[in-house]
């Protein structure tokens, strides 16, 4: 996929998040790895209604380094520290997701509630400890819990989703919303019960097995 493919990708991506109610104004960003040294990243104050496809931000992700003039989104640290750490990913979307946030301010993991979050996203999903959003040690927080899983809670911001590219990265926002969600419903009508954590594992290990294969198969 070319660069001004992957471009518009992102802007249809983050237009889908605001309409869906995943992000508001500019709050939140998004990425695609490129190559093994460069991503695009979402530009730093531009809202999603307008956001155009030249204001994209191509950017090196071991020195952090950037083309153009427009500045990346703030969290650029998060997105390279992902793509440093996790060959597997290709695509990173940043959010503050109502449900998830919720869980996230009052640090709670999300244990494996519903077989479609255990198999898109993981065992659980777990909530980092507190760092100043932007920093270093924010992003190092957000890859230590990340392991091994798509999707990781900020403790008191938000969530990051991944996935081996955008659409499934897109999914992952909704299955964690929808599980978030589920879960902080039935804690109020007498407790959550989950599958155990190694059904959780092995639906996932299958997911990812088959959904590799099934990619392979239809190019």
Known sequence: MSLKLKRQEIVNTGRKLLSEGLVTRSWGNISIRVDDNNMLITPSGRTYDDLQEEEIVLMNYHTLTYDGKIKPSSEYRLHAEIYRKRDDINAVIHTHQPNASTLA???????????????????????????YSGTGKFARQAVKYLHGRQAVLLANHGAVCVGRNLEEAFVVTHILEKAAKAFIEAELIGGATHVSKISAYWMHKMYLKKYSKMNEENR
Do not use: E, N
Request: hydrophobic share 45%; net charge positive; proline share 11%.
């Open 105 to 131: 301010v009052a640090r709670r993991q999300l244990p494996p509630v519903i077989d479609d979050m255990a198999q898109i996203i993981g065992p659980s999903v777990k909530v980092t400890k507190y760092a």
